[in-house]
């Protein structure tokens, strides 16, 4: 028996909930998993992105960055609520970001800007798993932002946009923390010839 056989982690996470179409009396459902290939899914409705770890971390900052930036520009001021949400980044980062590897330059990183209902995150992801075959791997790309959108969190996948309520972008950026911190816990061993 290798190393590789009996040291694999099983570690699983699923976390559903049901969200609403703004606007509108229709709900879905919204998933967030940690999947044995070490990625992080979210499943909205039949939209299905995969994030790697580092990704993951990434878009549940800047989500709940984006309900600080919604809740100043609604009530001009931070309430306790938001302190503490905001505070949540810096400790998830702790617990996660010293795990991961480093990423690829330019395949993880939202770039903030602007303040208040202006702010927004944007950046381009490497797709850890496309659903169209590349010949070259390195076009599996998507461009991804994150911002306030009226009294909601938009959050953009190329030209698909999701409108979340803050407390269902709140959920999802606690879901994809998790997941992520299950994929940063995971044991990595090499196997020795």
Same mark, same amino acid.
């Given at each position: 028996?290798?190393?590789?056989? +009996? +040291?694999?982690?099983?570690? @699983? ?13 229709? *709900? %879905?459902?919204?998933? $967030? &998993?940690?999947? @044995? ?14 994030? *790697?770890?580092? /990704?993951? =971390?990434?878009?549940?900052? +800047?989500?709940?960055?984006? !309900?600080?930036?919604?809740? $100043?520009?609604?009530?001009?001021? %931070? ?8 505070? @949540? ?13 480093? #990423? ?7 770039? =903030?800007?602007?303040?208040? #209902?202006?702010? $927004? ?9 496309? /659903? ?6 390195? /076009?599996? !790309?998507?461009?991804? @932002?994150?911002?306030? =959108? ?12 999701? !409108? ?21 816990? /995971?044991?990595? %061993? &090499?196997? &020795?010839?």
């Amino acid at each position: 028996m290798t190393n590789s056989q +009996c +040291c694999n982690s099983t570690a @699983s996470f699923i976390a559903t909930s049901t969200f609403e179409f703004l606007d509108t009396a229709e *709900t %879905y459902s919204a998933s $967030v &998993s940690f999947r @044995s290939t070490g990625l992080v899914e979210a499943l909205l409705h039949d939209f299905r992105v995969a994030f *790697t770890p580092y /990704q993951a =971390h990434q878009v549940a900052a +800047c989500l709940i960055q984006a !309900i600080g930036h919604l809740g $100043v520009s609604l009530t001009n001021s %931070y309430e306790r609520k938001t302190l503490n949400l905001l505070d @949540s980044i810096g400790q998830w980062t702790q617990l996660i970001l010293p795990n991961l590897p480093a #990423p690829e330059a330019g395949t993880a990183e939202l770039r =903030h800007q602007g303040f208040g #209902p202006a702010f $927004v995150a944007s950046g381009v992801f490497r797709d850890p798993a496309p /659903q169209v075959a590349f010949e070259d791997e390195s /076009q599996a !790309i998507y461009d991804i @932002s994150v911002m306030p =959108h009226k009294d909601a969190i938009m959050l953009k996948f190329g030209w698909v946009g999701w !409108i979340f309520t803050p407390n269902e972008a709140e959920w999802l950026a606690d879901q994809l923390w998790t997941a992520a911190l299950l994929a940063a816990k /995971q044991p990595v %061993y &090499s196997i &020795s010839t």
